[in-house]
């Protein structure tokens, strides 16, 4: 599974980045998650299934 953070976003006080995860679906297609975050949770999603 790929994973990849992508950009870091600024607003205001908050630290924000988004990150892209590959996910294999049912049809072995891959489908592509995008999300904005906090970096400090970012890892926590990436690891998730």
Request: cysteine-free.
């Amino acid at each position: 599974m790929a994973k990849k953070t992508v950009a870091t976003l600024q607003t205001g006080s908050k630290k924000l980045t988004k990150a892209i995860k590959m996910i294999r679906g049912k049809s072995n297609a891959y489908v592509f998650s995008e999300k904005i975050l906090p970096s400090d949770h970012v890892n926590d999603w990436l690891s998730k299934k």
